[in-house]
């Protein structure tokens, strides 16, 4: 028998408690942990299989240098001699522009970011990039003109509510709620509660639905402006809350008018009129919430749809209210905000492209690389990412990354994106050391969990990615010399480390911005780990609604609860809960009067000219690609592309192509046979599966599929497929309709 250690999955935005049963370092089984607050001992297949994230033949143990067309170990203080060398004279050279910053969105943890984006601001850049901007810049750029701040991030209150509405959200699969597979069970098995699915094809959360509407694929703005007219036309709008909650809803009304709703919803999303009505009615008369996912994000007029749904949650009186849309409470935010109305925020060279939660959108990296302009990217260190497999457009990252000057990767493997870098460094995993996640909200009650390690480090020269960052900082000399006090104090308490280095940067205020880092190179001794002083920077940085609501549970109201609460996160590490912001959660908006924002000039436009006439003309698919590829679909065992190991597959079919039974008797496939897809980005052979959860005129790839393995790829790499311009104007990749044409081979 080995020893039970409390942890937490890595592989999606609820990080679900899990207990790993470790012997002789490695982990021998895995379970849900039942004193887990959010979770309470649910996990699914993936989390199931993290195993193969520690242990895999791709795990890198030293730091590697680029000589010729391979990497050769070399030590630490080469490593960070030479980036930082090279880092100098690319900025003397060129200018901060030329540097570019990849990490933070990892939902396997998210402190690296801490000491990456310090690292970028000395080095004069903010050119961050994460996959963060892969899905959610469209709906966090909404919720920002709507909330006031683009951190106010908003999520739908499913254990509250008593209508789910899953708009291109296949929950069953993807999970991205608490307990998802019992919460669906319980919306499909209880007569007072309401499942509604809005998806194109019989999704595995369909199949539960009360209700699904299986709309043409791409016809969800023709649907939402339906519905709204619908609500107006049945008098089901919340006059009362309207009132009282929303500023611009007069402006914003006209834009609905005259809007023929049958049409639109029979002869543009291919949907019965009457079935549309009753599911309107359940959404305006109910306590309902919607739950939107990557059918919205990543699909043609994501940013206007989301804008919609918010329009529609709004005059319906669900939002910012229990069971409906709410306003995420928090520890730290997820990001900063950006306003692109602002003149001072940066803008990429090439596409003027603005930041979305202080954010780059990763589609426009390769150009921003790939030209002649005196101020193009030409350094970028990469830290627990893998562009070269999960990022849009393969071929043009693989061009991009030969192009740059300089390329760094931190990494727990040896990735697609290590092997083009020209210097790879070895981090600890998340199962190796101190780290949480941003992605888990909650409200009222702000949850965190501090994973912890459950390993000892695979290698002894691999380190926190935090720590390489401050490496990199200290060998640039961007870090004065420090007294010994500053160590010293650290390990007396935390309260005792935070009125010194108070004392420390009142007399030297001109370190009061080097101040994270300070805590990190001093604090981060003491504790034997940057990643815990990091920790301890947020809690002294949480705002002061967060503060408020610890003292309310008990916390002492002075520098004593940074402690206090320290070890609190250290001694449960099944989680806990730190915090209760205001039940009111109006008051967590940012607008000046308080109320939602509804007008957004800038949609103002293209809110008019979604037309019926217009989305019939641009949903007809073009004659040499007739066929739309869903790139990226869930599936029960596949995860991201942080698990290296194929054995995470086991046996079953995943490498597959699904196809609708209808279009493979057109083209004469039967299930097992080879095909040619082909896009504007490249073509692929991959099997088909012959799939009764596809929908006729759709093809769906799984996402994970590419990895190379110890010298063998396995599964397509569907982001070759996917072309860099095919994206929103947020830069959001339209991974859910991707023009395509498919040729059996054999």
Request: proline share 5%; net charge negative; glycine share 8%.
């Amino acid at each position: 028998m080995g020893e039970w250690k409390k942890g937490g999955c890595i592989l999606c935005a609820q990080n679900c408690g899990l207990e790993f049963e470790v012997k002789d370092n490695q982990i021998v089984k895995i379970r849900g942990d039942k004193d887990n607050p959010r979770s309470q001992g649910y996990c699914c297949q993936k989390g199931l299989k993290l195993a193969h994230y520690a242990e895999n033949g791709d795990r890198l143990r030293y730091p590697l240098k680029k000589v010729g067309d391979t990497h050769q170990r070399i030590s630490w203080e080469q490593a960070i001699r030479e980036i930082a060398e090279k880092l100098l004279f690319i900025k003397s050279e060129y200018g901060p522009k030329s540097f570019a910053y990849i990490g933070g969105g990892n939902v396997g943890g998210q402190l690296e970011v801490g000491m990456g984006l310090r690292l970028l601001s000395l080095l004069g850049s903010r050119y961050f990039y994460s996959s963060l901007a892969q899905e959610f810049s469209n709906v966090y750029w909404v919720d920002g003109r709507v909330t006031g701040k683009q951190s106010l991030i908003t999520m739908p209150d499913v254990e509250n509510a008593d209508t789910i509405v899953a708009w291109g959200w296949n929950g069953w699969m993807s999970h991205q709620e608490p307990r998802t597979r019992i919460l669906l069970k319980e919306f499909s098995q209880n007569p007072q509660k309401k499942l509604i699915v809005i998806d194109p094809r019989l999704s595995e959360t369909a199949e539960h639905a009360d209700i699904h509407l299986a709309l043409r694929p791409g016809s969800d703005t023709m649907l939402l402006k339906a519905m709204i007219r619908i609500i107006l036309d049945q008098g089901w709008e919340n006059r009362e809350y309207i009132e009282k909650h929303i500023n611009g809803w007069e402006e914003i009304a006209p834009y609905f008018e005259g809007f023929d709703s049958k049409r639109a919803v029979e002869e543009v999303c291919w949907l019965d009129y009457e079935q549309v009505v009753e599911a309107t009615r359940i959404i305006a008369q109910t306590k309902s919430c919607i739950h939107q996912d990557l059918g919205i994000y990543m699909n043609r007029n994501s940013t206007l749809n989301n804008y919609l749904l918010h329009i529609l949650r709004a005059i319906t009186g669900r939002f910012a209210v229990k069971g409906g849309q709410i306003i995420s409470a928090f520890l730290y935010p997820m990001g900063s905000d950006s306003d692109e109305r602002n003149p001072k925020t940066w803008r990429t060279v090439k596409h003027n492209m603005f930041p979305v939660m202080g954010v780059f959108p990763p589609t426009l990296l390769p150009d921003e690389i790939l030209n002649d302009h005196p101020e193009r990217l030409r350094a970028i260190i990469v830290s627990a990412h893998n562009p070269l497999r999960s990022w849009p457009d393969t071929k043009a990252f693989e061009e991009a990354f030969k192009a740059l000057e300089l390329s760094v990767c931190i990494d727990v493997a040896y990735t697609e994106t290590a092997r083009l870098c020209d210097y790879v460094l070895p981090c600890l995993s998340y199962l190796e050391s101190y780290d949480t996640t941003c992605f888990n909200y909650s409200y009222p009650d702000v949850y965190f969990q501090l994973r912890q390690p459950v390993l000892r480090p695979f290698s002894p020269e691999a380190k926190e990615g935090s720590a390489i960052m401050l490496e990199l900082i200290k060998a640039l000399g961007f870090l004065p010399e420090l007294p010994s006090e500053l160590y010293e104090t650290g390990k007396m308490g935390i309260t005792y480390y935070l009125g010194a280095l108070n004392n420390y940067i009142n007399e030297n205020p001109q370190y009061l911005k080097l101040a994270p880092i300070i805590l990190g190179e001093t604090l981060g001794k003491a504790l034997g780990s940057v990643n815990l002083a990091i920790l301890v920077g947020l809690l002294v940085n949480s705002s002061k609604t967060f503060k408020a609501g610890a003292v309310a549970m008990g916390y002492p109201n002075d520098l004593t609860m940074i402690e206090k609460m320290y070890m609190d996160i250290l001694n449960n590490p099944q989680g806990l809960i730190l915090s209760k912001f205001p039940e009111d959660n109006f008051e967590m908006l940012r607008t000046e009067d308080k109320k939602l924002a509804l007008k957004i000039e800038e949609l103002l436009g293209p809110l008019q000219a979604a037309t019926i006439e217009k989305e019939l003309a641009e949903l007809k698919m073009p004659e040499d690609y007739p066929l739309i590829l869903h790139s990226g679909l869930h599936h029960e065992t596949v995860a991201n592309t942080m698990l290296r190991n194929p054995q995470w597959r086991g046996d079953r079919r995943w490498d597959t192509m699904l196809m609708n039974e209808t279009d493979a008797k057109k083209l004469g496939i039967k299930d097992g046979d080879r095909v040619r897809i082909s896009t504007k980005a490249s073509s692929a052979e991959i099997e088909v599966e012959i799939s009764p959860y596809t929908v006729a005129g759709s093809v769906y790839i799984r996402h994970g599929g590419g990895l190379v393995y110890e010298g063998q790829q396995y599964g397509v790499n569907v982001n070759e497929l996917v072309h860099r311009s095919e994206r929103d104007e947020m830069g959001t990749p339209l991974h859910r309709r991707i023009p395509c044409r498919v040729e059996k081979l054999y």
